[in-house]
């Protein structure tokens, strides 16, 4: 017998081995997935459906399709246009089939359009020089693309706007230096008074705003905000401060100015032309248990954690919105760094020296697969002995609400990883031309950029564009204490590529939203146009029947002294339910319905808690909790099975399976199939 059995463990071994090694390959075919909280539950309160979309089918590396604007007469597009440096002319009446009217070229007036922006029928387009160090034009167009007017901005003028009023128009000149860091502009804000026409005016109705007096040794050095950047080499305050992106308050008053280089914001009082203040938006906590981030493109894995670094909020988009009886700002924490051959900023942590008092564990922190590869800034953090005592990284993988005198009001936290490695976790935090997961976890993540707001339905949102993975995220920003995410799309194809126009809708860089009495077809719109595909994308949006109701946790425990099974259930989420069924189901699939009346929901939109006691006549059986919402429909959440009899020695009493994980289960079987083999392999020694 003993011989028998040498003989037949020494044929199973190997192929015992090689079961388990394939076990093994299949589990890593699964993208790994470790996170410190949950993905919020969308409340699909709106939903986006693609109606229509312009694919000229041109790509280049320097972008495409960038800003866009619509005019409610004409009912056409305006679209930032890269590559051809134009701003094209799109029909829109038709909003499912968008086709290129004309297209306006705006080299006459100097390099290429950065921005543009539609009043009254009146299109104003944002055009830097060449070199864009020099002054950039404010260029003026009809409608239909005929010129109107041109008049001498700031350096690289990269957003313009016109007020709710449409009296004013507004441009932000970035000012951004030369690759060589030897010419550097002077940031600055461009306004006009555009109230009597754009045809008449000139130069000198041209308002332009700079940062001198914060200067060192200037009248109001003292007023600047101590949490502003000024970093670039041999700068001044002027030279240093870069505006960004405009947005205005529904009085046509005040507007607010991202300065995203240096972290902060300016806020300017339209009719006087003065800077009110110039605020710094602070950091991030990402050590904060609601502020988790992967910061590794090295790990192979969603690693969504804690780490001691503090992300930069540098926004790049800023919308405004009437909130209550003042206004309220959102913004998309980008985040950007200088990266220039004369100067540079960009490091990483694996590349910096740790001070050993405040990182004790920097020898772990620096691994490629930990914190090693997370981009940071060389320009603050680091001591006078050359070691850093603090890590700053770039943009904060978020947006934020804030009251309008730069006071945070709301952060979405880790959302914005969680929500996508939760939709796409094969292509979490992928780039933008391309899909290879994990790619951008160490810079960024998935990059907000791009926002825009609508009134729906009696609610505000906030649209998002997320640069890198792609798509566009809502949230309700109704009440801004507690804003809510309401839903995502992402219309890319990542099996897709660009060459044959399967790719979808790539690297979302400006959004608008469309009134339903301005649309064409009577509906909320959408439109983003995406830089790397060169799209432009029509989005309709439709109110929904929001019912959510998200189980966090469903349990059942047999007590065998009374024969009582005890089920509770916590909800993380609970919008539009009216209450829950509970139902005990035998093993041939009969079911009985134990709630005589309904469970009534606590209508606790954050999560409540819920018990119910069974007493079953011995068996196993399975428990399963039915949601029913406001309208009546029902929701079956997955069953748990619970073993009712007296226990003998080991009895599962409760088992809750639906976050079992495929890696899980797999390597699992795969360690046992190799523990059996290195049995054998003794017997077969012994």
């Not at 693309?145 to 008049?151: C, M, P, R, V, Y």
């Not at 001198?212 to 080499?233: H, Q, W």
């Not at 960009?346 to 772990?364: A, G, I, K, Q």
Request: hydrophobic share 40%.
């Amino acid at each position: 017998m003993q011989t028998v059995r040498k003989t037949i463990n020494r044929r199973q071994a190997p192929l015992i081995f090689l079961v388990a090694a394939i076990l093994i390959g299949i589990a890593l075919l699964y993208p790994l997935s470790v996170s410190s909280s949950t993905p919020p539950t969308a409340t699909e309160a709106i939903t986006l459906s693609l109606i229509g979309r312009y694919n000229p089918e041109i790509y280049d590396d320097t972008g495409g399709a960038e800003i866009v604007a619509f005019d409610p007469v004409s009912m056409r597009l305006f679209v930032v246009n890269a590559i051809d440096q134009t701003v094209d002319i799109l029909d829109a009446s038709d909003p499912t089939n968008p086709t290129l009217v004309d297209q306006i070229d705006v080299t006459p007036y100097g390099n290429a359009a950065n921005s543009v922006a539609v009043s009254g029928g009146v299109v104003a387009a944002a055009v830097e020089a060449d070199p864009k160090q020099d002054p950039g034009k404010l260029v003026f167009f009809d409608s239909s693309g005929t010129f109107l007017n041109q008049l001498t901005v700031g350096a690289l003028p990269d957003m313009v706007t016109f007020s709710p009023d449409g009296n004013t128009a507004l441009v932000a000149n970035e000012g951004e230096p030369d690759d060589d860091y030897v010419v550097d502009p002077e940031g600055s804000v461009s306004i006009v008074d555009v109230s009597g026409g754009v045809i008449g005016l000139t130069d000198a109705d041209v308002v332009t705003i700079d940062f001198t007096d914060f200067n060192v040794g200037g009248p109001r050095e003292g007023e600047l905000d101590p949490g502003i950047r000024i970093f670039g080499p041999g700068a001044t305050v002027a030279q240093d401060l870069e505006p960004e992106y405009i947005a205005v308050s529904a009085d046509s008053q005040t507007a607010w100015v991202t300065l995203q280089e240096n972290n902060g914001m300016a806020i300017i009082d339209i009719p006087t032309a003065y800077i009110e203040a110039i605020v710094a938006f602070g950091t991030k906590d990402h050590n904060l248990p609601e502020n988790a981030l992967d910061a590794s493109d090295k790990d192979d894995m969603i690693h969504i954690t804690n780490w001691p670094t503090n992300g930069m909020y540098q926004p790049d988009a800023i919308a405004a919105y009437a909130c209550g009886a003042t206004t309220c700002l959102v913004t998309a924490n980008e985040g950007d760094a200088r990266d220039y051959d004369g100067y540079s900023e960009e490091t990483s942590v694996e590349d910096v020296v740790l001070d050993p008092t405040v990182f004790p564990d920097r020898d772990t922190l620096q691994l490629e697969e930990n914190l090693g590869r997370l981009n940071i800034t060389s320009a603050n953090g680091m001591a006078p002995d050359g070691e850093y005592e603090a890590l700053y990284s770039f943009g904060a993988r978020s947006l934020s609400i804030w009251a309008a005198d730069g006071v945070q009001i709301y952060d979405s936290a880790d959302d914005l990883e969680q929500i996508t490695a939760d939709e796409l976790p094969d292509n979490f935090n992928a780039n933008e031309d391309d899909p290879e997961f994990d790619k951008r976890s160490d810079n960024k993540g998935p990059e907000p950029e791009g926002v825009t707001t609508g009134s729906i339905g009696g609610h505000i949102y906030a649209f998002v564009g997320l640069e890198r993975i792609g798509g566009v995220i809502v949230y309700d920003v109704t009440d801004p204490n507690a804003p809510s995410y309401t839903t995502y799309i992402n219309t890319r194809n990542f099996d897709g590529n660009m060459d044959d126009g399967t790719a979808g809708d790539l690297g979302p860089e400006g959004l608008i939203y469309i009134d339903p009495s301005d649309s064409p077809n009577g509906k909320s719109l959408l439109v983003v146009a995406y830089e790397v595909s060169n799209t432009t994308s029509i989005y309709q949006i439709d109110v929904g029947n929001p019912t959510v109701v998200e189980l966090a946790a469903f349990d059942g425990v047999y007590n065998a002294a009374n024969g009582a099974v005890s089920l509770s259930w916590s909800t993380s989420a609970e919008i539009g339910n009216a209450g829950f069924n509970i139902y005990r189901i035998a093993a041939g699939g009969v079911e009985t319905q134990l709630n005589s009346e309904l469970i009534a929901s606590q209508s606790a939109s954050s999560g409540a808690d819920y018990s119910f006691v069974d007493y079953p006549p011995s068996g196993t059986w399975q428990y399963a909790v039915e949601d029913i919402a406001t309208n009546g429909e029902a929701t079956r959440h997955p069953a748990i099975t619970v073993l009712a009899q007296a226990p003998t020695s080991a009895n599962l009493t409760s088992f809750s399976g639906s976050n079992a994980s495929p890696i899980a289960l797999l390597s699992l079987l795969a360690v046992l199939l190799i523990g059996i083999a290195l049995k054998a392999k003794r017997r077969i020694a012994s």
